[in-house]
């Protein structure tokens, strides 16, 4: 029988992103949202009976708990899940609806597409072979490495982007934005969608997310939610939402590193998934499986409408109220009294 290894965390001491020692398997818990992380202090082999399943367990106290439950997965392990070819993830791509020939901004938490053929490069593959030479792909490969200069030639993305984006904008003919809040653009349409912006405004109209937008291209949400949809930020630059969070950045000012100061429109996007019931509700989200993992499809244009519909009726339809969430608090206090 092979060993399962059971995380038993009490609440302090060093913190580990379940998504990466899951095994590809989504763990489903109230306490853990995705994505999060989780304080480890001890780690114990157990055999369940489930091969190569990674359960998380909190803890009150740093004592081991003699015989922890396991979580249940929200799905089968990587090791009993068909390895998807290259062919059916193409094949799920036109069910689901990705236009041939159009713009498609991707974001996606491989750990829940996985086991595919060739890993993240076949996901790649398959997204290109369906969108073909007229198609563009496009990905966020931003990071939140504020303490160096950005260099879209070597800074990583993995930690915050995924393992798709991070290999996606080291492939050849791939273009990427010169600041920390890159895209990375493959096809027609990459060269223009990746050029120089506004470090200050990252997801404004002149934007990789505003140059999609423009474009009618279509946002692709692969394993994960609105959460992590960047073209929500768009819809509320252009509703001209007012609240703002401080953020800093180095950058290069006369070939030296300088410190740069600014204000965008931030807070910590978790209601970003009232989204899923306003665009539900008329179906304007399409809905479906690629790989193993759970996908909606929206055109751009679409997600900026309904957005800025329920912003024009309330600016902070977006924000917690105050004292639920630190970045929604400071979100709240850049507003005019």
Known sequence: ??????YVAP?????????????????SHPEFPEPATLPVSHIVQYNLGVPGVVVAKTCISS????????????RKTSMSTHTLSTQEIIHQLADLGVTPGGVLLVHTAFSRVAPIQDGPLGLIAALETHLGPEGTLVMPTMSYDDEHVFDPTTTPC????GVVADTFWRMPQVHRSDN?????????????????????VP????????RAYALDGQVLLLGVGHGANTTLHLAENLAGVRYRSPARL??????????????????????????DDWLDARGLQRRGTL???????????????????????????????????????????????
């Open 180 to 200: 920390a809040h890159a895209f990375a653009a493959r096809g027609p349409h990459a060269a223009a969608i990746t050029a120089t912006f506004p470090p200050d």
């Open 63 to 74: 004592s081991l708990i003699p015989n922890p439950q396991p979580l249940i997965p929200t």
């Open 158 to 161: 993995r930690a915050e982007m």
């Open 250 to 275: 180095r950058i290069l000012k006369d070939g030296q590193p300088v410190w740069f100061d600014y204000a965008e429109v931030n807070h910590c996007c978790k209601n970003f998934r009232k989204m």
């Open 1 to 6: 029988m092979s060993p399962v290894r059971i």
């Open 291 to 337: 790989g193993h993992a759970p996908a909606r499809l929206i055109p751009s244009r679409t997600i900026v409408e309904i957005a800025m519909e329920h912003l024009k009726q309330d600016e902070t339809v977006f924000l917690h109220p105050p004292g639920v969430d630190e970045e929604c608090d400071k979100a709240w206090a850049s507003l005019p009294a």
């Open 203 to 210: 997801h404004g109209i002149d934007t990789p997310v505003g």
């Open 11 to 27: 609440p302090i001491h060093s913190r580990i992103q379940y998504s990466h020692v899951t095994n590809h398997t989504s763990l």
